[in-house]
């Protein structure tokens, strides 16, 4: 069965600090695929990363960096320097091969205080 | 390029009454996924729909429907309404599935139903 566990409830950080979010997942399938959305207060999910089960690499874009580790089903996301804006509520999500069918996770407040 | 777009944004119905909330795909998009968020349940998948027909659904009770149009607009609806539907509903479309792989899902501002 597919699942996936945001352990974090809510974070709360200052302006600039660094803030991991972290994110396991349970799978079978050996082809999955791994995203990370926002939801700030207005509701909409906005897309941030995808990461595909055959590419471990670990990226940096702007602010935003990834951990991906297969070994221990484990994609974390870290926003560094944490701004404001970022407030929001993070959701990690599975989805496997062949299915539009995203798995969410409960999701991570984070609140970023000036 | 216009992002997914929802109608209408806010709803408010009775008990037993049915309703019907439409998404726009991006253009050029032809899958489309409704999910269902509530503070109990979180985001839940309902269906997904491609070429007019729908290719998954998840756990949810058959007053929970859904079709998409040859624009790949797509509509949902929901019959007999209970408090419990009281939530909001997530459009979400993607490029195109095939082969395997999977497209990101971009989604809309969402339709906040609530049900008296």
């Known amino acids: 069965a597919q699942k996936v566990t945001q352990a974090q409830t809510e974070i709360s950080v200052v302006e600039k600090e660094d803030v991991t979010l972290d994110c396991v997942y349970e799978t079978r399938d050996t082809t999955y695929y791994l995203f990370w959305y926002k939801q700030p207060p207005s509701g909409e999910l906005v897309f941030l990363i995808r990461?595909?089960?055959?590419?471990?690499q670990n990226e940096i874009s702007g602010r935003y960096s990834w951990n991906f580790q297969k070994s221990t089903s484990s994609f974390n996301f870290t926003i560094t320097a944490s701004q404001v804006v970022d407030s929001a509520v993070y959701f990690c999500?599975?989805?496997?091969?062949?299915?539009?069918?995203?798995?969410f996770g409960t999701g991570t407040r984070l609140q970023v205080f000036p | 390029k216009a992002g997914v777009t929802q109608t209408p944004r806010y709803l408010i119905k009775t008990r037993g009454q049915q309703v019907t909330l439409s998404c726009s795909p991006i253009s050029g998009h032809r899958s489309v996924s409704w999910y269902q968020q509530t503070p109990g349940q979180g985001l839940q998948f309902l269906f997904e729909y491609f070429s007019e027909t729908q290719r998954n659904k998840g756990n949810f009770p058959g007053r929970f429907s859904g079709r998409q149009f040859s624009n790949s607009r797509s509509e949902m609806n929901v019959s007999t309404l209970e408090l419990g539907d009281s939530a909001l509903y997530l459009c979400?479309?993607?490029?195109?599935?095939?082969?395997?792989?999977?497209?990101?899902?971009?989604f809309g501002p969402g339709t906040r139903l609530t049900v008296l």
């Open positions: 999500a599975l989805s496997e091969a062949r299915t539009d069918k995203l798995i």
């Open positions: 979400a479309s993607s490029l195109l599935s095939s082969g395997g792989a999977i497209d990101t899902q971009y």
């Open positions: 990461r595909n089960s055959f590419d471990e």
